[in-house]
C-alpha cells in the first residue's frame, strides 16, 4: 500500500462543474497537506495548504481535510480548460512536523472539456 | 529572482557519463529538497537539506547519487556512472522552516541517458 493514495483518473468535467479529487494516507501523525497543479511537462505547483480539520477556501478552490478518516480533498468550482492538470496530493513526513520530507501521491488527471 | 531556479534545464547523456545539477532556493528559505520524477508518477523524494547540513537521504538513493549544499545556500546533485534508468525529471523545491516547510518547486532538470 502506498502511503499516499489517489486515483490516476483522468477525471472528466465539463467546464463550469465542480471537479472533486481525492487523496488518502497512511501515516496518522502528518500534520501538512498540500495540493499542487502539474502541467505537462511543468514542475509542480503549490495550490493549497491545509493543516487542520474542516474546509479552507481560495477562489474557486476547497481542501478539505478529514484526519480521523485520513483523507484530504481538493474541490475545483466553476472548473475552466486552463485548469486541466494533474493534481497531486502531498503530505509531510509526519513524525516530526519540521523533518521537512513531503510524501506525494501519483497524481489525479484532470480534463475540463468546454 | 522570486523562484528556485534550476540549470540545467536539460540534459542528454551517454550510459557511463557523470553529470552534476544546480539548484539556487529562493535566498530566504533554509531548506532545500531534491526530488524525481518519472513519467505518471509523483515526485520521489531523493534527499534534503537544512542549511548546509543534509538531513535525510532516501533509503532507494544509489550510492552514485550525491548532493552537497556546501554554503547552505545553492545545492548541487551529482550522478555518477549514469544508467539508462537515471532518466527522469530531477524537481529541486526550497521551503522556510517555520512556514510549515511549503515547499516551492524550481523548472526541473530533464535528464536523458541514452
Known amino acids: 500500500q502506498k502511503e499516499v493514495e489517489q486515483n490516476s483518473g483522468p477525471l472528466s468535467v465539463p467546464e463550469g462543474a465542480i471537479a472533486s479529487l481525492n487523496c488518502t494516507y497512511s501515516?496518522?501523525?502528518?500534520?501538512?497537506f498540500f495540493w499542487y497543479r502539474q502541467y505537462s511537462g511543468k514542475s509542480p505547483e503549490l495550490i493549497m495548504s491545509i493543516y487542520s480539520n474542516g474546509d479552507k477556501e481560495d477562489g474557486r478552490f476547497t481542501a478539505q481535510l478529514n484526519k480521523a478518516s485520513q483523507y484530504v480533498s481538493l474541490l475545483i468550482r466553476d472548473s475552466q480548460p486552463s485548469d486541466s492538470a494533474t493534481y497531486l496530493c502531498a503530505v509531510d513526513s509526519g513524525y516530526n512536523t519540521n523533518a521537512g520530507k513531503s510524501t506525494f501521491g501519483d497524481g489525479t488527471t484532470l480534463t475540463v472539456k468546454p | 529572482d522570486t523562484g528556485v531556479s534550476q540549470d540545467p534545464r536539460h540534459k542528454i547523456t551517454k550510459r557511463g557519463q557523470n553529470v552534476t545539477f544546480r539548484c539556487d532556493p529562493i535566498?530566504?528559505?533554509?531548506?532545500l529538497y531534491w526530488y524525481r520524477q518519472t513519467l505518471g508518477q509523483g515526485p520521489e523524494f531523493l534527499t534534503y537539506f537544512q542549511n548546509e547540513a543534509q538531513l535525510e537521504k532516501s533509503r532507494l538513493l544509489s550510492d552514485r547519487f550525491s548532493a552537497e549544499r556546501p554554503k547552505g545556500s545553492f545545492s548541487t546533485l551529482e550522478i555518477q556512472r549514469t544508467e539508462q534508468g537515471d532518466s527522469a525529471m530531477y524537481l529541486c523545491?526550497?521551503?522556510?522552516?517555520?512556514?510549515?516547510?511549503?515547499?516551492?518547486f524550481g523548472p526541473g532538470t530533464r535528464l536523458t541517458v541514452l
Open positions: 501515516d496518522r501523525v502528518s500534520q501538512s
Open positions: 523545491a526550497s521551503s522556510f522552516q517555520g512556514d510549515a516547510d511549503t515547499q516551492y
Open positions: 535566498s530566504e528559505h533554509n531548506r
